[in-house]
């Protein structure tokens, strides 16, 4: 009766804090972690409720008695369970507890509420700080011994067939080599296998073909584009800044760009990590290494008049924090902001001593060339620069700007003294990152990028006193056109969004309740005590954060990382909650596998190439996808992988896969955002109205990696596939199933123009025999031949619809305008309705 009370006392309060393992079975825990969350409000109610500690469940923090032992009908706790008041009762969401339920509670309290001896786990060491699995260090665990020795094709396997075997499961067979082929091509670098390419592996006879296969994939220039996407969520990388205004980020790009060359060149992910929080602290650090930074430019940006600039940076920098904490350490650091965290062991404090390491980390944008426009740049520079000083001159404007600087930097000093100055300053604050050391600094202390921005400025924005003179407005209007009009002739060079150190350091303080409005105590940068301490070393702060996250003995980074590698090759983690390896995280299903493969990309050097190849050559990943009924109620969600996961693919490589059956894919790598085809009005959603100038060259047949993302309207087919909305570093993406889906792939601009271009490429390659026409098009869309009685019934389709398109010339024009040479316009129009068909089945959309 004890187990039993205290398992449903866990699973109805929620309790604001509980050690789980410390005397419930593990079976218990997924029940409890479900139901914690939805009792959150309840918890805050009874703050301090430890059912692991007796002292503490019994008093709670909450008015009255939670708990009075030998007395049900006076604890606090049985009225809650018993109320039939919605919003009172516990549990508030759910099922109610059954009346034998609450029965079993009363009676244990009547019995005198006793707790067991062993109360909790044993307390961790001085040098442990906490006993959760996560925080221990990864040891390297020998591969197990397992009986069915033919099965494994490396280590992986076996640690993957010893549960298998210790459960009676046998593993699925392997997949077919069509289902594979198109498995591989789509996990490591997100496009489809061409037919031939399909036919070639399957005639290689070679006992390593598959090996082989595999090390062309990561090969492929399009491996890194297709790992990217994962780090782009993590990320939260956009086009734009969000909140209302939600200005275009022009260079965005230039950071994706790099993030694609480092994946490609197998870049060690420490090194990889070491860039991207600290680059340009580096010693000589290269253009490339301070570009990496943009890591930390990718939040949100809030860019709306009035917004005060302490509050925008202290929000900014939190967001830093939280997404490393999420995406390196996979905790919700973030939990911290206000109160010590509830669950892990992370306190306030500490969590502003990881906000220290970024408190003096500010913007800069930088020129970063892409190969092929510095040369053109420079040269056509000079003149530029030459032309531009001219006008400014001729026009007396270096005067006037100092003028009109000295007012902004009195007003920004002053506010409230000269109102008409005040909104000059809030506009120029809202637009510019760091803007009042922008206008205040001197010329040496800027760029010649830098300098010329705020002189742009004040040409676009003269001022109270100028406006009024309208001679000299009209002047100063004139010399803005006459610079952008020599500027147009000056060849574009890529920039990129950087960090950099403040010249002067700032001191960070907790942030009591969370408030940046009330600054408690000072802290230095420092690291959470549960995890290895940071080796002090005389290098900048930031930088050091950085090779703490990829030390040698933190355990969390490589655990957390291969964890997300896995995920991407079976739908899930070992962990299933990728950002959040704390207490209310999920156990690993095969944690000596995770420590493992954790060990493993440390030996590696840290090559992600080398892990994933060890995941895709293993006899686990080759396994069939298809539904084990004997597993069915046994193992519902595949822990055991006993078979592969069948998974919808995610939303830009849908897009990808419908341009590349086509022929229309333009497989340029790397480059700006592009703005392909998309309903009408979508961009007018947003408050901001932005344009949308949809792409009319080769451009608007770019992957889906490299679509323009607006915050605040984003491209609707990457919504409703399921991408993140990028305020967030996103860990793991949902994968849901809505009739909007099959609309999009229907009559979305994208697909309906693919449909087209599908069927006359089978129109070309196949000739007019209607067999081979179907052969073709079901593999470019497929990758295999029909079966008898899928041909039998796709055959019936097209006599249908060539009756239609017979019976109705319009509707036959409006669905192939693109007729080639000697084509019947109703039988290319019937063929293109083929397309549209295929590209929504399930077997389109989803990979085995």
């Not at 932005?690 to 060259?697: A, F, L, V």
Request: hydrophobic share 40%; aromatic share 8%.
């Amino acid at each position: 009766m004890l187990r039993n009370a205290l398992i449903l006392l866990a699973v109805l309060v929620g309790a604001a804090s509980i050690a789980v393992g410390a005397e419930f079975d593990t079976d218990v825990e997924p029940i409890f972690h479900q139901r914690c969350y939805a009792c959150h409000g309840a918890a805050q109610q009874m703050s301090g409720l430890r059912l692991d500690q007796r002292e503490k469940a019994l008093t709670g923090g909450y008015s009255g008695a939670v708990i009075v032992p030998g007395d049900g009908a006076s604890s606090k706790l049985v009225e809650r369970i018993s109320s039939e008041k919605e919003g009172f009762r516990m549990p508030p969401v759910g099922e109610r507890l059954s009346a034998a339920e609450i029965a079993a509670v009363r009676a244990w309290i009547d019995a005198g509420a006793q707790w067991p001896e062993r109360q909790a786990a044993a307390a961790p060491t001085a040098e442990q700080k906490s006993s959760h699995w996560s925080f221990q260090p990864v040891n390297r665990p020998d591969p197990p011994a397992v009986r069915g020795e033919s099965w494994p094709r490396n280590p992986i396997d076996r640690f993957i067939l010893a549960k298998l075997e210790a459960e009676g499961v046998e593993p699925s067979p392997e997949a077919y080599r069509t289902t594979l082929a198109r498995r591989l091509y789509a996990d490591l670098i997100g496009l489809p296998p061409s037919p031939e390419q399909i036919d070639r592996f399957l005639v290689d006879q070679r006992p390593d073909a598959y090996e082989r296969l595999v090390d062309e994939l990561l090969r492929s220039p399009h491996y890194g584009e297709k790992q990217a996407i994962e780090w782009l969520d993590l990320a939260r990388y956009a086009d734009s800044d969000g909140y209302e205004r939600d200005p275009v980020r022009p260079y965005a790009w230039r950071w994706r760009d790099w993030v694609i060359d480092a994946v490609n060149r197998d870049v060690g992910f420490d090194r990889f990590t070491i860039e991207q929080i600290a680059g340009d602290l580096l010693p000589r650090a290269t253009v490339e290494q301070r570009v990496a930074t943009g890591f930390l430019r990718n939040g949100i940006k809030n860019r709306e008049a009035g917004v005060k600039n302490a509050e925008k940076r202290f929000d900014e920098t939190l967001d830093r924090v939280n997404t490393v904490g999420a995406t390196w350490l996979g905790l919700t650091v973030g939990c911290a902001q206000c109160h010590d965290h509830k669950f892990d062991p992370i306190s306030q404090r500490e969590l502003y001593q990881l906000f220290a390491f970024f408190g003096n980390a500010v913007e800069r944008d930088i020129e970063a060339p892409r190969p092929g426009e510095i040369g053109p740049y420079l040269r056509a520079l000079p003149a530029y620069r030459a032309e531009r000083e001219s006008i400014l001159a001729e026009n007396g404007v270096p005067a006037l700007f100092e003028q009109w600087r000295g007012k902004m930097i009195a007003a920004m000093e002053k506010p409230g003294v000269n109102t008409d100055w005040d909104f000059n300053v809030t506009e120029f604050r809202a637009a510019n990152d760091r803007s009042d050391w922008l206008i205040s600094s001197d010329e040496a202390e800027l760029t010649r990028a830098e300098r010329d921005k705020r002189i742009d400025w004040f040409l676009s924005r003269i001022g109270p006193e100028f406006s009024k003179q309208s001679s000299l407005a009209e002047r100063l209007r004139c010399a803005r056109e006459q610079i952008a009009e020599v500027r147009g002739d000056l060849p574009a060079i890529a920039r990129a969004n950087t960090m950099v150190e403040r010249a002067k350091p700032v001191e960070t303080h907790i942030a009591l309740r969370g408030d940046y409005r009330a600054p408690g105590t000072a802290v230095e940068p420092g690291t959470p005590a549960a995890l290895p301490p940071l080796n002090p070393a005389d290098k900048p702060a930031r930088l050091q954060l950085a090779e703490w996250l990829v030390a040698d003995d933190n355990p969390l980074t490589p655990r957390v990382t291969v964890n997300r590698m896995w995920q991407e090759y079976f739908g899930k983690g070992l962990v299933t909650t990728p950002a959040d390896f704390g207490i209310q995280g999920a156990m690993p299903s095969h944690p000596a596998l995770l420590d493992w493969l954790a060990s493993e990309l440390v030996r590696s050097g840290w090559s992600r190439k080398e892990v994933h190849r060890l995941i895709v050559t293993s006899a686990a990943y080759r396994q069939a996808s298809a539904m084990r009924p004997d597993l069915a109620e046994r193992d519902p969600e595949n822990r055991l992988l006993a078979r592969q996961n069948r998974l919808r693919l995610k939303a830009e490589l849908i897009r990808d896969y419908a341009l590349a059956a086509s022929g229309l894919l333009y497989p340029k790598i790397g480059g700006p955002s592009v703005r392909p085809p998309q309903p009408k009005g979508v961009a007018e959603l947003g408050y901001s109205k932005k344009e949308w100038r949809e792409e009319t060259g080769r451009e608007r047949y770019r992957r889906g990696l490299y679509v323009h993302f607006q915050r605040t309207a984003p491209y609707p087919m990457l919504v409703s596939f399921d991408a993140p909305g990028t305020q967030v570093a996103t860990a793991l993406r949902e994968r849901s199933n809505t009739p909007l889906q099959a609309l999009n792939l229907l009559n979305d601009p994208v697909f309906v123009e693919a449909a087209q271009a599908l069927a006359v490429r089978v129109f070309a390659e196949a000739g007019s025999d209607p067999a081979a026409r179907l052969d073709r098009i079901f593999r470019l869309c497929l990758g295999r031949q029909p079966s008898p009685e899928e041909r039998s019934k796709l055959e019936s389709y097209l006599l249908r619809q060539r009756a239609i398109f017979d019976q109705d010339s319009a509707a036959a024009q409006a669905t192939a305008p693109h007729l080639p040479a000697r084509a019947d316009q109703a039988d290319l129009a019937t063929w293109t309705g083929l397309g549209r068909a295929l590209m929504n089945l399930d077997g389109f959309i989803v990979r085995e």
